[in-house]
């Protein structure tokens, strides 16, 4: 479990999941390392190199199920709107240009930093949870598993293994 202060929202929140989305729904920096297993809210530790407190919100699913609910997330986030600021951008997911969205993404689209906290937050929740790990067989022996769906949506297999940090 983490150590230090509980976050605040964990008073009027369930889970890490909804606490995240709600947070960058009022506009608070979500910030995930995938790398560290950590999240952050406005820079309050929530997950701390994989250690938290409550539950995290993300039910435990076998690896393929886990990286089609990855895909359907990246899928919202790639086609997502823009709202021009630091919270837009992630440093492990792409998402299309503000001119590369069509009339129907920009009018329909998620806003990004919502679809990037969702996306973000997921993968690290299904990394925790043991949904996904070096060893599942889409993963094994590999570098990273790349979407057939989304070539640009890849899982580097280093942020499956909670052992190394």
Same mark, same amino acid.
């Given at each position: 479990m983490c150590h230090g202060p509980r976050h605040p929202f964990f008073i009027e929140? =369930? !889970? %890490? +999941?909804? %606490?995240?989305? @709600? #947070? #960058? &729904?009022?506009?608070m920096t979500v910030d995930i390392d995938l790398n560290w297993h950590t $999240?952050? %809210?406005n820079g309050g530790s929530i997950i701390d190199h994989g250690q938290w407190q409550g539950e995290l919100g993300v039910a435990h699913v076998d690896e393929?199920? &886990?990286?089609?609910?990855? @895909?359907?997330?990246?899928? &919202? +986030?790639h086609?997502?709107?823009? @709202?021009h600021s630091p919270r837009d951008r992630s440093r492990w997911f792409k998402a299309l240009k503000e001119d590369e969205l069509t009339d129907s993404?920009?009018?329909?689209? !998620? !806003?990004?930093?919502?679809?990037?906290c969702r996306l973000e *937050?997921? *993968? $690290?929740? $299904? %990394?925790?949870?043991?949904?996904? *790990?070096?060893?599942?067989?889409?993963?094994?022996?590999?570098? +990273?598993?790349?979407? =057939?769906?989304?070539?640009?949506l890849v899982i580097l297999t280093q942020w499956l293994d909670l052992s190394a940090h």
């Open positions: 929140m =369930k !889970d %890490i +999941f909804s %606490i995240a989305l @709600e #947070a #960058a &729904a009022d506009g $999240l952050a %809210i393929h199920s &886990a990286l089609a609910q990855i @895909e359907a997330a990246y899928a &919202a +986030f086609v997502s709107v823009p @709202e993404q920009y009018v329909s689209g !998620d !806003d990004r930093p919502l679809a990037r *937050t997921l *993968t $690290l929740a $299904l %990394i925790l949870n043991g949904s996904l *790990t070096p060893q599942g067989p889409q993963m094994r022996g590999r570098w +990273f598993w790349q979407s =057939k769906v989304h070539p640009s």
